[in-house]
């Protein structure tokens, strides 16, 4: 039962540098997000899909690109990573309706210097 | 503003002890209020989801109550045990565009001490 993966688990980037995040989901749910979780904050949405070939922008969306590449796979790109982005980034998945659990991956941890 | 404010900020208990957890949200429309475990280095893992219907919710030691009135949710913790350590985490639903958007809080860190 793997629920939602994501890889890589740590990265360290040099500011300009490009990576994607991988994020895949075995539970046949439609909505993938992508959070940005920062000390003394709470996640803050980056981008979601609401279904397959849908992306939308959360709240803090600048400086990264998303990609619905299949109803499992949600990979999230930084064209040219920033110190501002150094963060821990969590994928999570959910079903359909209001009150469905959300499950979440178990976080990339990315240092830009 | 829609927003999620939880407190203590973080938490020092002795094992065995129960302990409360506040969130106070301005979340509207509502939709449901949602408590996850967060340990460190791992993703959140969901304990409880209340409509605004819902009182109260458990989930073995924890216990959650929701006051829809006053926009006041509460996580009780009982008999508090060394794995109890962790980050709990208050989200709330907002339905918004045709879209259910999660509000979080910054979380409460609890540590458990023998």
């Known amino acids: 039962n793997a629920g939602v993966t994501q890889t890589p688990k740590f990265q360290v980037l040099k500011t300009g540098q490009s990576m994607t995040l991988q994020c895949a989901q075995d539970?046949?749910?439609?909505?993938m997000y992508w959070y940005r979780q920062d000390p003394g904050m709470g996640l803050r949405l980056i981008y979601y899909?609401?279904?397959?070939?849908?992306?939308d922008k959360g709240e803090v969306p600048n400086g990264y690109n998303v990609s619905r590449l299949n109803k499992r796979e949600f990979s999230l790109r930084l064209e040219s990573a920033a110190p501002s982005q150094t963060s821990v980034y969590f994928c999570?998945?959910?079903?359909?309706?209001?009150?469905?659990?959300?499950?979440f991956g178990q976080g990339t941890r990315l240092t830009v210097v | 503003k829609n927003q999620v404010e939880q407190s203590p900020q973080s938490l020092i208990i002795l094992e065995g002890k129960n302990c409360t957890l506040q969130c106070n949200y301005t979340v509207s429309p509502f939709s449901n209020l949602r408590w996850y475990k967060q340990d460190t280095g791992r993703g959140p893992v969901s304990l409880t989801i209340?409509?605004?219907?819902?009182n109260t919710k458990s989930n073995g030691r924890y216990t959650a109550t929701l006051d829809a009135d006053t926009k006041q949710s509460s996580l009780h913790i009982t008999a508090s045990q060394l794995s109890d350590s962790a980050s709990y985490i208050c989200v709330v639903t907002l339905f918004s565009g045709g879209y259910n958007k999660l509000i979080f809080g910054a979380g409460t860190r609890l540590a458990v001490h023998p």
């Open positions: 899909s609401a279904s397959e070939g849908t992306t």
């Open positions: 539970m046949n749910h439609n909505s």
């Open positions: 999570a998945s959910r079903g359909q309706g209001m009150n469905t659990e959300a499950f």
């Open positions: 209340m409509t605004f219907s819902e």
